[in-house]
């Protein structure tokens, strides 16, 4: 108040040496001392020969043809051409629902931020499967009209990237809740769409193979180990002692023991453990095997989430008179899971690499597969060729499963500012 | 005053946590409609313990409490009804931080009380204006300072639209510029003849606003009485004690 206190100043945008250049930057990262520099260029060095001498065997010396010929196989496995059209519109309706879905969230963007309709991240994305639409299905020496086939499908989900980009606005947010419920939904059909059944004419699973058979195994797994996860982490911190022990004695006894014994194991004593027709034949009982591999980790992930939450929520929860049903269902749980996401997805993630183990049962899956055509005499000695196919393909659905749940994250995360 | 004019009435609350120790020992306490107490006493007194039991966030061995004329007893359908009907402040505002501010206020009145979301939000915020924060409504807690944070669980507890309001320390986590402003917000509550019982050692607020003080030690209360006689003329030993302490 007196006279003789300086006024307060008002903020000033950064000076330009703060806003470095590219270049300056560029040079402050790799060049800032001598021995920066040295190890900068060595390093450089020995990537650029590395990236020289792939792309040469790579677009040189490979020989693709192994891959060329056998993409159904790789794809689907041995399942019936007459009755591929199933694969092909549940391909389609999955692109669908993914553009929707896409588009609906940019044009809903959280209640407190402001959020752009096309961010950066899209696209590049879009760019990325444009690309991919393009490029890919030529070098595959796919026929024209599957050609044709992968770049309307790949249309169809920009289109509707773009459609419920646009126009999603208008559908009330509160309808909004129940998008995640068309994915559970998609599968259950996709289901029957692959093995038939309702009309539609049976596909044992022995026929199914390739990355479907993958992809399949993989989700299947995850979806059914998330609430066997849940269950059993809750379970572990029940007050009810007979409830405690049996998870424990789950977690333990599937922790304690390689994935490929409980998969051997699973061939011949799952038949008698769950009921008939749950297990039916060797492709179920794998299935089934890695669920519950599965579930007992997620359930450590989860219990980890539970244990962040802060008591004072939970009896923040209940003295507003939620049950404890409510509490954890409103308030523990969305905490608890939105903490275990990235250990959930490391889980999915290793979980999808460990369908490999599947060929060693005899399962014809990617790897399965791979063995199979590299075994055949016309393309011995390809093995670089199919094991880096393989490579790419699992990386490329990893990549996505990680993106994916970055992505999830940043929005789920209160405390993430808008950028 | 109506028929039973008595909100809280606490008889010989007897309280072992666990591991043996003996946390409350025969207290005593009465509270009535449109009261407001003030407990103080030194730190590990048992004061969080006592008015957590008020709505079963603690159990308690022997002795009777009865809130509002239902007795608290290990009925499940009891304890849920005394917890719609007490509020609690926190002194860590136990916000839930993955909501936003209205959706804190709403959660409690849809999902227990089955009210339509609407109507709920209107009268949130409603409860946000009376409490000096509506243009918060959309953010998250973690977007909020701690004084606009106690606020927001002050409104959160009135949603339920409680007889009872139980504050824990509810300014002990707040630095010391944001303290007016929530105590600012109980006096008003308090002037609107809301029964309260306040944990605080904010000796003004209890000054100004309690009808009568209460002095907890060692699991016991020492000494009632009305601010003016309590602050002035404290009748036992470990008050003079305590009072020389924090004044
Ligand atoms: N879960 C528990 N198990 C065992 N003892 C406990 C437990 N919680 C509290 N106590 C003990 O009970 C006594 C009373 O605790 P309480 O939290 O009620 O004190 P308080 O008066 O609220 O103190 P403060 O002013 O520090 O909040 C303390 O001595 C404390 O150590
Ligand atoms: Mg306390």
Redesign the interface.
């Given at each position: 108040m007196t006279s003789s206190s300086p006024p307060l100043l008002p903020p000033r945008p950064a000076p330009p040496s703060a806003r470095r250049s590219w270049r300056g930057a560029l040079r402050q990262e790799l060049f800032a001392t001598p021995l920066d520099g040295v190890i900068s260029v060595l390093l450089l060095a020995a990537l650029l020969a590395a990236g020289v001498g792939f792309w040469h065997w790579a677009f040189r010396q490979a020989q693709w043809a192994v891959i060329q010929a056998n993409t159904t196989l790789f794809a689907v496995g041995r399942y019936p051409l007459p009755q591929q059209w199933r694969l092909w519109l549940l391909v389609a309706l999955a692109a669908v629902t993914t553009g929707a879905s896409w588009g609906l969230l940019r044009s809903h963007p959280r209640?407190?931020r402001s959020g752009t309709l096309w961010p950066f991240n899209d696209l590049v994305a879009i760019a990325v499967l444009a690309f991919l639409a393009a490029w890919l299905p030529a070098a595959l020496k796919l026929p024209v009209p599957l050609q044709l086939r992968w770049w309307a499908i790949t249309a169809l989900l920009l289109v509707l990237r773009g459609v419920a980009g646009q126009w999603g606005g208008l559908v009330p947010r509160r309808l909004l809740r129940f998008l995640p419920l068309f994915w559970p939904a998609l599968y259950l059909f996709g289901m029957v769409l692959i093995a038939g059944g309702l009309g539609v004419p049976r596909v044992p699973p022995s026929e199914w193979g390739g990355l479907l058979l993958t992809l399949l195994m993989a989700s299947f797994a995850i979806l059914l180990s998330f609430p066997i996860g849940i269950v059993v982490a809750l379970g572990r911190r029940s007050s009810l002692p007979l409830l405690r022990w049996s998870s424990v004695l789950y977690i333990e006894f599937i922790r304690g023991a390689p994935l490929i014994t409980l998969l051997f194991l699973g061939q011949n004593i799952l038949g008698y453990m769950l009921p008939g027709g749950w297990a039916p034949d060797r492709v179920w009982r794998a299935a089934w095997v890695l669920t519950f591999f599965c579930g007992a980790y997620l359930a450590e992930a989860v219990r980890a989430g539970l244990a962040a939450v802060?008591v004072?929520?939970l009896?923040?929860?209940?003295?507003?008179?939620?049950?404890m049903p409510?509490a954890l269902r409103?308030?523990v749980l969305?905490?608890a899971l939105?903490i275990a996401l990235p250990a959930t997805v490391g889980q999915f993630i290793s979980l999808l690499q460990d369908t490999t183990l599947l060929s060693l049962i005899g399962l014809l899956e990617l790897l399965g597969t791979a063995r199979t055509v590299m075994a055949n005499p016309e393309f011995l000695g390809k093995n670089a060729e199919v094991y880096l196919t393989l490579a790419v393909l699992f990386w490329c659905c990893c990549a996505a499963l990680g993106l994916g749940s970055r992505a999830l994250e940043l929005r789920?995360n209160?405390?993430h500012s808008p950028t | 005053m109506a028929a039973s004019p008595l909100m809280i009435e606490a008889r010989g609350v007897q309280k072992w946590y666990p591991n043996g120790f003996h946390a409350l020992r025969g207290v005593d306490l009465s509270v009535s409609r449109g009261e407001v107490v003030v407990i103080m006493g030194p730190s590990g007194s048992g004061k969080s313990t006592f008015i957590r039991t008020f709505?079963a966030?603690e159990d308690f061995q022997e002795g009777t409490i009865t809130i509002d004329g239902i007795a608290l007893s290990n009925d499940l359908r009891n304890i849920?009804a005394i917890?719609?009907d007490?509020?609690?402040v926190?002194q860590?505002f136990?916000?839930?931080?993955?909501l936003?501010v209205l959706e804190n206020l709403s959660?409690?009145p849809v999902?227990?009380r089955k009210r339509r979301r609407a109507e709920v939000e209107a009268q949130a915020l409603g409860l946000l204006e009376r409490v000096g924060i509506a243009e918060q409504a959309?953010?998250?807690?973690?977007?909020l300072s701690g004084g606009q944070q106690q606020r927001v669980?002050i409104a959160?507890?009135l949603c339920?639209e409680p007889r009872i309001l139980l504050f824990d320390e509810p300014t002990s986590a707040l630095d010391p510029e944001m303290v007016g402003e929530v105590l600012e917000v109980m006096r008003a509550l308090a002037a609107d003849g809301m029964t309260m019982v306040v944990v605080t050692h904010e000796i003004g607020f209890a000054r100004e606003v309690a009808h009568r003080v209460v002095l907890m030690s060692e699991g016991q209360i020492v000494e009632a009485a009305a601010p003016t006689t309590f602050f002035t003329n404290p009748q036992h030993e470990r008050s003079r004690q305590f009072l020389a302490q924090i004044l």
């Open positions: 209640a407190d802060p004072g929520q009896e923040a929860a209940r003295s507003l008179g939620l049950s409510q409103h308030v969305p905490q939105q789920l209160p405390s | 709505n966030l849920d917890r719609c007490t509020g609690m926190f860590q136990n916000l839930f931080p993955h936003t959660l409690a999902v227990v959309g953010k998250y807690p973690g977007q669980a959160r507890s339920m």
